[in-house]
């Protein structure tokens, strides 16, 4: 939503010059959305990641949130191929109980809360993409 949001303010300059004075505003709607985060006022909808399975569930050798969150999801009956996405929000990226790092975005409820530093630092990422001056 913040890339959506600074790069619609961004794509209405016409000039470089437009384009610099928009970084400002572009820049706020970014900080918005970080004080929401850090505030806990986004929803599980607002930070669902959506990926799409490069391999069956148990062929994956990592433990990356889509691996935990598609084993999660086989171990619940849901058949899963490649190429079939899953949902899930990062609950506890750190988490030494890997399958406690992400739940199936179809299967949390209120007893789970997002991980506010990971989805910091990912926000982070995305703005600095999309407000990179060159």
């Known amino acids: 939503r913040a890339q959506n949001e600074a790069l619609a303010i961004l794509s209405q300059a016409r000039s470089h010059r437009e384009y ?42 990592k433990a990356n949130h889509t691996a935990i969150v598609a084993g999660e999801l086989a171990k619940r009956g849901v058949q899963l191929r490649p190429g079939e996405t899953v949902q899930y929000v990062v609950t506890d990226a750190k988490n030494k109980d890997v399958n406690s790092r992400a739940r199936a975005y179809a299967e949390i409820n209120a007893d789970w809360t997002y991980d506010v530093k990971y989805y910091e630092e990912q926000l982070l990422v995305a703005a600095k993409e999309v407000l990179a001056v060159g």
Not at 23 to 38: C, F, G, S, T, Y
């Open 20 to 61: 610099c004075d928009r970084l400002p505003q572009a820049q706020r709607v970014v900080d918005d959305i970080r004080d929401e985060l850090k505030d806990g006022l986004l929803s599980f909808e607002d930070v669902a990641i959506t990926r799409s399975l490069s391999r069956s569930p148990e062929m994956y050798r």
